[in-house]
Structures are given as C-alpha cells and as structure tokens.
C-alpha cells in the first residue's frame, strides 16, 4: 500500500463531505478509547493519508460478551480507529476505579454511592447533595485553596454517602484522596517517636483530598488534641482540604478536636452541611 501525498487540506476536505453525506455530525472531542489513525502511520509525511483510507467506510468487529461494536468512526474530520470493544473498555475503566477506591479506604458498603444515587425526600437533603456536589465539581480551586468541608448531623443520614460520592467524583477527576477514622488516626499515630509521627503525617499531606470520619468516637482529651492539631495543621499548611465527618453538633466537634485545629477548618472559602432532617423524620 504506497501512500498517496495529499495536502492536508483536501483529505479534510473529502472528509468532511463523506460527513455531511452520511449526515453525521462530528464529535466535538474524540474519546478515550479512540486512537487517531495517523497514530499507526507514525513514519508518514504530514499531510499524507494511505489512498484507502482518504474515502471513509465503516467497518465493524465483534465483542465475544457484548457483540457487534463500529471499528472506527470519522471525529472532526479524521479517520479513527477504535481499538476495543467500547463496553469492555467502559467496564475496564469502572474496574480500575474501584480498585482505586479501595486504595482510598471507601468502605465496601459505599464503593458504589454516587450524587446521582442519592436519594433526596425533602429539601434539606437536596441541599446537602447540591453543596457536597459544587464542592466536587470546583475541585480543582478548592484544592489549591484548601478550602475544608465539615459534615455533621444526626446519624443515618447519609454523610458517607455523600463524603463517598465526592471523594469519588474526586478520584474519577485524577485527584487522590484518602478516608480514615479519627480512631484509627489517633491509634497509628500514638506511640509513634517524632520521627514515625513526622513520617505519619508526611503521609497524609500526601493527597489531595483526606476525609477524617467518626469524631464523635474518638477521646477528647488534650492528648488527641494536639494530635488533630497536627494533623489538620500539616494539611493547613500545606493549603490542602480536608472533610471532617461527625454525628456531633459544630461544638461538639471543636470539642474532640480542639479549638485550634478546627480553628484551621474554618479558614478560607470552607463549608458546614448540616445534615439534620431525621429529627423530625422520626419525631
Ligand atoms: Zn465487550
């Protein structure tokens, strides 16, 4: 197969036309799982398309567990090669996902919540998904202004759900996160010398995003006091966010925390959603 010099403009141009016959409409943004052609003709001059190829025909392969799928498809005017089966690739994706949430310590019981499966039965409830929800969406600014959420409220009402559908939407975006309970914080990082303790807390500036759950269930001493001090400080200065999860009302927080390091949740653009409909739910 000698390939034929034509100027890039013209094979767009034959392209675009075999589109408007077909009367498809191109994508505005080619997917992942599409690999440009010219991807497999790396040592072809630039603006050289293989003559076979300049006319586009769509070709098909088939998927052993989900059948026919299109092999290649025109987007924006380029001949596209779809390398596999779209749902495999799909399934493949959602995999890796999960693997990825069990690497964040998404509880198994939660590995699937999502915004969109939440349910809402009353306008509290909305509220609570729709801020949980900006937050995830605008990620990116609130990471770089360390911008930390408190969740709280009675129990049952969805804050890990919630917490969950964010870190995922999180995890989907590239960002890494990491949950951990307040108990299982204080249990690591007690008896550690300063060096583990500095190792420890290293760790956990390490991602993007770290969500502390379950205050309530934790001493609230002076000892693990200073400890959420270090903690949220490290992250503080680091200017990374952190979620903090609690049954507990906003004072009874402060108060197994300590005042200074919920002082450090309190800085910059930070949000407290008040989960509290079961009240009256079952008064
Ligand atoms: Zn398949």
New binding site residues.
Partial sequence: MQPLPVSEQSARQVQAEILRDKGIKPAAKPTDNVVQLRDFFPDAPAGEVPADLQAFRQEWES?E??GRYPANALRNGVVCWVPD?P??AQNRKLKALSSKLVAVNVPKRFQHATFENYVCSNPAQQVAVDECRAYADDFQRNRDEGNCVVLYGNPGNGKNHLATALVRQVVEAGFSALIITARDYLEEVWGKDFSQKKALIAGFTGVDLLVIDEIEKTSSGKAAHDEFFALINARYLAELPTVVISNLPIKGIEAHMGEMAFDRLRQGDRRAILFNWGSYRNS
Avoid: D, K
């Fill in positions: 998927c567990t989900h089966c749902t495999c």
